[in-house]
């Protein structure tokens, strides 16, 4: 089954930085895209970066100049470097990837969603 599992998440001071990661496993064919949302409490869940595979990032406006996405395709993974963190940037991230793997069913395109990883920026 393919599946989407992610680390690195944790607290942090503001001005600090963390680096998240999200592996892909499974029998995956293409991979179109991998990119990073968060979810705060009470709010809706939002885009922080994607990077389609041979095309550009695309970074939200509140993350520009400090969050960078970056991918190794060989080992289909997806990363978020966060640099000067902000206590709004709290929030669960989660990892997402349009891909074409096999499923129990056979082998589809997929959306997936990873389980999420609390990121927690306080003093």
């Known amino acids: 089954q393919v599946q989407l599992v992610e680390s690195g998440g944790g607290l942090v001071q503001p001005g600090g930085s963390l680096r998240l990661s999200c592996a892909a496993s499974?029998?995956?064919?293409?991979?179109?895209?991998m990119g990073w949302y968060r979810q705060a409490p009470g709010k809706e869940r939002e885009l922080v970066a994607s990077?389609?595979?041979?095309?550009?990032?695309n970074y939200a406006d509140f993350v520009k100049g400090r969050f960078t996405i970056s991918r190794d395709n060989a080992k289909n993974t997806v990363y978020l470097e966060m640099n000067s963190l902000r206590p709004e940037d709290t929030a669960v991230y989660y990892c997402?990837?349009?891909?074409?793997?096999?499923?129990?069913?056979?082998?589809?395109?997929?959306?997936?969603w990873g389980q999420g990883t609390l990121v927690t920026v306080s003093s």
């Open positions: 990077l389609p595979t041979g095309g550009s990032t």
């Open positions: 499974g029998i995956i064919v293409s991979m179109k895209a």
């Open positions: 997402n990837a349009d891909l074409y793997g096999r499923t129990p069913g056979g082998f589809r395109w997929l959306e997936l």
